[in-house]
């Protein structure tokens, strides 16, 4: 090893044991044989299981149409919101099981689900879902009943006669 005998050695010596800039994450799309992305999507008490394919835009929910288990516009309208922010809107065909909590839970659920399987298909996509809040799981969990209350906070009808 030479020996360093200026700043400029030091300098030249640093720069050449390690690079100037850190190395950016390189993220690499993940599918499986049947060239699908799988993720799990949560909200409230629902949990989803979702695989995306490239397809017709076709979506399935518990082996239900989606304008059949999710009868609500709004609830087809959360749907479709993640493809509609990637800009891949009938690209992808999703095939999805949700169990538990009510159809607004169940229906963020799968919203969450299919983000994340975009994001994993297609890593170029994450940008646009994490600017838009899709693949950040939303915590907000119905609160406990107290002992003393009616509900959560909800306090008996007080009356003094």
Not at 63 to 77: C, I, S
Not at 126 to 145: I, N, P
Not at 146 to 157: D, E, N, V
Request: glycine share 10%; aromatic share 6%.
């Amino acid at each position: 090893m030479s020996e360093i005998k200026s700043l400029d050695d030091l300098k030249s010596a640093v720069s050449a044991a390690s690079p100037a800039a850190p190395l950016a994450i390189v993220r690499v799309s993940v599918r499986d044989k049947l060239g699908r992305s799988y993720a799990t999507g949560k909200r409230k008490n629902a949990v989803a299981r979702v695989w995306i394919k490239p397809g017709s835009g076709k979506v399935v929910v518990n082996g239900k149409e989606m304008a059949v288990y999710f009868a609500r516009p709004v609830l087809q309208m959360i749907l479709r919101q993640p493809f509609t922010v990637a800009g891949v809107e009938g690209q992808f065909d999703v095939m999805a099981t949700v169990a538990g909590g009510g159809l607004s839970g169940q229906a963020g659920a799968v919203k969450h689900g299919v983000s994340k399987a975009l994001q994993l298909y297609e890593p170029a996509l994450r940008g646009a879902l994490k600017a838009a809040g899709f693949l950040t799981r939303d915590s907000r969990v119905v609160e406990r009943k107290k002992y003393g209350k009616a509900k959560a906070r909800k306090s008996f009808q007080f009356s003094k006669r």
